[in-house]
């Protein structure tokens, strides 16, 4: 079970990036996919969260309307649109892996963790 997250960059405010997260190691079906982010100095905190098939998904009140995340099913990939980025989006993103049946935002509920890709936004 493997998770890889990439796209990360430095940018300015106001740019945008997608992040992709590519599972392998088993069928992803039945799981349900997370972003979230962590801040030097801060605790990991939920970005956004989507249903494998993609009917469902749910933001943090911090990015909704500018982060869109979505799924390829065929490619077993996860990705994060953010656009209108902000310096306070400065984080290390984190895509996750969750069986639970509902679309979790604790850090606690996801099973499975990629490496983690940087995100730098200068003002």
């Known amino acids: 079970v493997q998770l890889q997250a990439s796209g990360g960059g430095l940018v300015q405010a106001g740019d945008s990036l997608r992040l992709s997260c590519a599972a392998s190691g088993r069928t992803f079906s039945n799981y349900r996919m997370g972003w979230f982010r962590q801040a030097p100095g801060k605790e990991r905190e939920f970005v956004a969260a989507?249903?494998?098939?993609?009917?469902?998904?749910y933001y943090a009140d911090s990015v909704k309307g500018r982060f869109t995340i979505s799924r390829d099913k065929a490619e077993n990939t996860v990705f994060l649109q953010m656009n209108n980025l902000k310096p306070e989006d400065t984080a290390v993103y984190y895509c996750?892996?969750?069986?639970?049946?509902?679309?979790?935002?604790?850090?606690?509920?996801?099973?499975?963790w990629g490496q983690g890709t940087q995100v730098t936004v200068s003002s």
């Open positions: 989507i249903s494998w098939s993609g009917g469902s998904t």
């Open positions: 996750a892996a969750t069986r639970r049946a509902y679309l979790a935002v604790a850090v606690s509920a996801y099973d499975y």
